[in-house]
Each structure stands twice: as structure tokens, then as C-alpha cells.
């Protein structure tokens, strides 16, 4: 079956409900009936106890929409300005740990912050390494999101791709290691990620543009009932960087 490669709607049509965003992104079809929620920050003193460095913009705006072909997915165009990109880059690059080459679930380099999650073990451990300041910041900015109020990212995992040479395989991310929301933040290049469902329908493909500074959210079918991967030809850019946002429940002792 041929797919389709979507992205996000240009126009801002206000701020919708946690509840009616929920019903609208997993029932909606037709482009003209999505909805759009709109992302404005415009208090500073939020963001007063961070350096300067670390400073994201308080007053911006940013759209988004759901996937008119894939229940559950969000997509937020301009979630970080260019300036913030460049600082983000700059301090994945530079701030502990090193990069590594990866080799689950693809090839690429990768890091990551927050709490320890073993996929082998299938257990999560508490925090080596915390999220950096304007990382953290980022999960600040996110729960002003109506979508995403009651998310808690307790988790980072950054990932570098190069084109040409690195690839996502096809997979889920562990059902019970983390809760139903997802974010991921695509910085420096573009890719497409294909989504094939997995469970509780007909198999079918679905192809989304992730643009950089975008900010993509995965709950519910997208999350629960469809793997994802980015195949080596969709790396679009000669770079691309994204920031995978979880909140992971740490492992009771007696289970571990």
C-alpha cells in the first residue's frame, strides 16, 4: 500500500483542551478538520534560575497538529528557536558523557541523561547523569502543552545520525519501562520516520516528515500499536540530532 508523507499544518486556531486534543487525535481524517493548539510563553520569570547560556526564549509561539493518518501522533514546528538549536547542539556536544556508537535498535552515536534504563533487563535505575539545565528546560517547556501537562520526562537519550550511514531499525519502545507519551525533539537535519502498525488493525504504512526544531509527540496507536524506524535514504541532511523525551518508573528493589 503506498504511503504518505505528512507534516504539520502552518495556521494557529487557539489553544484546545487536554481532553478534546485527545478525541481530535485520534478520531480527525481530513486535514481541514484538524485542529491546531498553539504554544505561547511569555512569563520570565520561569526560566530565572537558569544561566544565561541555558536561557530559552519566554515569549515565542509555535502550532501543532495531529497526523490526520496516524491516531496519536503530534507534530510542533518550532518548538526551539535557531539560536536555542545552536545551543542545544553545542552542549550535546560538549557536556558529559561522550558520544558512543549505538547498536540497538540501528546504527548511530548516541548519549543520554536521567534515570538508567537497561532494555536487556528490562529495569530503570536512578540517574548517573542528570539532564543539563536547558535539557531540563526543554521538559519545562513541554508541560506547557495542554497535550502534555502531565508529562514528567525523567529521561533524555540523545541520538547523532549522519546520512548515509546510520539507520533506525523498526521497533516499539518498551511498553511497560515507560509511560504512554513520548517526545522527540529533531535538531540540525531532517528525516522521515515510517510508522508500520504492529497490533489491533489492518498493517499499514505511514511516512511523517520530522523537520529540525520540530517537537513530535507519540501517545496512544502511534505510541502502543505502531514501530518506528528512520531508514538510512530518509536521513535527509548530512546531520541530524533528536532528543527522546521519556518518563520511566524506577525498578522496586526486591524486583531487580
Not at 38 to 60: H, I, Q, R, V, W
Not at 100 to 114: D, F, M, T
Amino acid at each position: 500500500m503506498a504511503s504518505r508523507v505528512h507534516g504539520s499544518i502552518g495556521c494557529s486556531a487557539g489553544e484546545h483542551g487536554y481532553e478534546d486534543m485527545q478525541k481530535l487525535g485520534s478520531t480527525s481524517n481530513h486535514v481541514k478538520t484538524r485542529p491546531e493548539i498553539t504554544l505561547s510563553l511569555m512569563n520570565k520569570g520561569d526560566f530565572g534560575e537558569y544561566p544565561k547560556l541555558y536561557k530559552l526564549a519566554s515569549d515565542f509561539t509555535c502550532t501543532g497538529s495531529p497526523h490526520r493518518d496516524l491516531p496519536g501522533q503530534w507534530l510542533f514546528e518550532g518548538f526551539v528557536t535557531a539560536e536555542e538549536e545552536g545551543q542545544l547542539l553545542k552542549i550535546l556536544d560538549t557536556h558529559p558523557p561522550d558520544w558512543r556508537e549505538k547498536s540497538v535498535n540501528g546504527r548511530q552515536r548516541g548519549k543520554a541523561w536521567g534515570v538508567v534504563v537497561d532494555l536487556l533487563r528490562r529495569t530503570v535505575s536512578p540517574a548517573v547523569h542528570p539532564l543539563p539545565p536547558m535539557i531540563a528546560m526543554l521538559a519545562d517547556r513541554m508541560q506547557k502543552l495542554p497535550l502534555l501537562r502531565n508529562f514528567h520526562a525523567n529521561e533524555a537519550n540523545a541520538l547523532d545520525y549522519r546520512k548515509g550511514m546510520h539507520v533506525l531499525y523498526a521497533h516499539a519502545d518498551d511498553r511497560r519501562l515507560s509511560t504512554e507519551v513520548i517526545c522527540n525533539l529533531s535538531l540540525a537535519g531532517s528525516a522521515v520516520m515510517s510508522f508500520n502498525r504492529e497490533k489491533g488493525g489492518v498493517p499499514h504504512e505511514v511516512r511523517a516528515l520530522l523537520p529540525p526544531r520540530s517537537l513530535q509527540v507519540l501517545t496512544k496507536d502511534a505510541r502502543y500499536n505502531y514501530t518506528h524506524a528512520i531508514h538510512t535514504e530518509d536521513i535527509l541532511s548530512p546531520r541530524r540530532v533528536s532528543i527522546t523525551f521519556r518518563h520511566s518508573h524506577l525498578t522496586p528493589s526486591n524486583s531487580v
